[in-house]
């Protein structure tokens, strides 16, 4: 008997957790059905008859339609299926009583900073306000590690990317509130920020953006004002690793932990394995006063219906609304197709519409209710599960959940991936094999879900691991060196 998983009980496919070859038979409950044809790892097959045009229903929802009749034991995949998504969507509040169990409050050993926000890491970050010193940033990061020896300082970081100059409107702006953000983010114990001096993002736009900051923990270095640009950086990064150096580790309550939640290479068993173990942690964080963060809002299309009710009040339901809408007008603008995902990985992994992998990708938010939703470069406001606006791409989102107030991100994937943000990005695979065979990208494997590990168990585990990520456990990003950041654009570039 092959192992394959309804997921609810109305559903008219199931998933295959290994592959499943023409002419076996499977389970679904008490029934016995033939495999039709070959059906891949975390593909779906139809477990009842599906005529054309009507529904096909995973997770309880409805992933699609059927173009041709599908017979019980036949592959369901984009040979035999589409999406059933178009454009915009008028939404009713239904609101849902959604409430996490209350959990004993955990401890990690992070940083305290005088604002009284908590911080795992202790680093000195080097943000350029223009793509055009990039490499100056660069080279003081790499010619000056040699100041961190014997301090409390656990890196010197450049965080570069093309933008600052030749940008209008909200592109500009965009840019300068996520580079501000990131400034803000605590994991930075000091911050240089770097300018060239004459670019359309000023030094009195910066600090304006910024708001209210301490001058001995930000501090600016514009290029052309000096002769040296890194013997004054060197002199400067000096004193940030100097101010950032007071700081020690010290017992803080899981309560001041902010975990950001995204998916990327996701496949089939995505939704089964990986995510929900992430949903698992989400309320377990969040019972103990803890916040996360689920962004991706592309991947939520189609699965609104798992989100909207959730959301703790009218007002925070049509900021949701308008987020959903207005990323789906952003679409439509530019004259592209609500619906143009999945990706060729996700494909080949068993997703087969939007719908599909949205189901899937909405199960990091748990159970828990939603409580706030902010817009793109913003920062968390309430303790608890909040939406953040921002597009499916991996590196922006990740970038934007940085700025947001993530501590850390929890990364989950069926395909595998390297990449990491600012803060630790712990990839979590969906599958064993994968796991297995990319142990140098992955920190934890979820795929022993599929193989009868109770999600419940494996949420528990995951949170062990951040407490202890949170603590100083390096996530395999940093191992490897791969950091970075990437802006969300939309306009002209000048």
């Known amino acids: 008997m092959s192992l394959v998983l309804k997921i609810t009980p109305g559903d008219n496919v199931a998933v295959a957790l290994h592959p499943i070859a023409k002419g076996e038979t499977v389970a679904i409950g008490t029934e016995q059905i033939k495999a039709l044809e070959d059906v891949p790892q975390g593909h ?12 096909v229903i995973k997770y309880g929802y409805a992933i699609g339609h059927a173009e041709t009749d599908i017979a019980a034991g036949q592959w369901v995949h984009t040979h035999n299926m589409k999406t059933n998504l178009s454009g915009e969507v008028r939404y009713t509040y239904r609101p849902v ?43 003081l990061a790499r010619d000056n590690q040699d100041l961190l ?4 300082v656990e890196g010197l970081y450049a965080f570069t990317h093309p933008f600052g100059c030749s940008q209008t409107g909200q592109d500009h702006a965009q840019t300068r509130k996520l580079l501000a953000s990131l400034a803000h983010h605590p994991n930075a114990g000091a911050v240089l920020i770097l300018g060239l001096g004459c670019e359309n993002l000023t030094h009195e736009q910066f600090v304006q953006e910024l708001g209210t900051f301490d001058p001995e923990r930000i501090r600016f270095l514009t290029c052309q004002d000096v002769e040296d640009e890194f013997a004054a950086g060197r002199e400067i990064l ?29 496949d089939g068993l995505s939704g089964i394995t990986a995510n929900p173990a992430v949903g698992r942690f989400s309320d377990l964080l969040i019972g103990q006063g803890g916040s996360t963060i689920l962004t991706e809002v592309p991947e939520m299309f189609g699965a609104e219906g798992m989100l909207m009710d959730r959301c703790i009040n009218e007002a925070v339901f049509h900021k949701a609304e308008q987020m959903l809408n ?3 007008d952003y679409f439509l603008s530019h004259h592209e197709v609500v619906y143009e995902n999945p990706s060729p990985g996700n494909k080949k992994g068993g997703i087969t519409t939007l719908e599909d992998k949205s189901c899937g990708c909405v199960q990091k938010g748990g159970t828990a209710p939603i409580v706030d939703v902010i817009g793109y470069a913003e920062r968390v406001q309430e303790q608890g599960l909040t939406l953040l606006y921002g597009p499916g791409n991996d590196l922006v989102s990740s970038t934007a959940l940085t700025a947001a107030g993530a501590h850390l991100i929890l990364f989950t994937t069926g395909r595998g991936t390297p990449f990491g943000a600012p803060v630790p990005t712990l990839k979590i695979a969906s599958n064993t094999e994968m796991a297995e065979r990319k142990t140098d990208w992955i920190d934890f494997n979820a795929g022993v879900v599929a193989t009868g590990e109770k999600l419940e168990t494996t949420g528990k585990r995951l949170l062990e691991l951040v407490l202890e990520t949170a603590s100083g456990k390096p996530a ?13 654009k939309d306009g002209v570039c000048l």
Request: glycine share 10%; aromatic share 6%; hydrophobic share 40%.
């Open 44 to 55: 779906k097959m139809a477990v009842s008859h599906i005529t054309a045009g009507n529904k």
């Open 97 to 139: 009583a959604c409430e996490v169990e209350r959990q004993d409050t955990q401890t990690f050993a992070g940083f305290l900073r005088k604002d009284g926000k908590a911080a795992i890491r202790n680093e000195v970050w080097i943000i350029p306000t223009v793509g055009c010193v990039n490499d100056i940033a660069n080279k």
């Open 149 to 152: 020896q014997g301090t409390t």
């Open 238 to 266: 000096k004193e940030c690793i100097a101010f950032a150096g007071q700081f020690r580790r010290q017992p803080l309550p899981a309560s001041k932990l902010i975990v950001g939640l995204k998916c990327g290479a996701s």
């Open 326 to 328: 207005g990323f789906k």
């Open 476 to 488: 395999k990003n940093e191992i490897n060196g791969c950091r970075g950041i990437s802006i969300f």
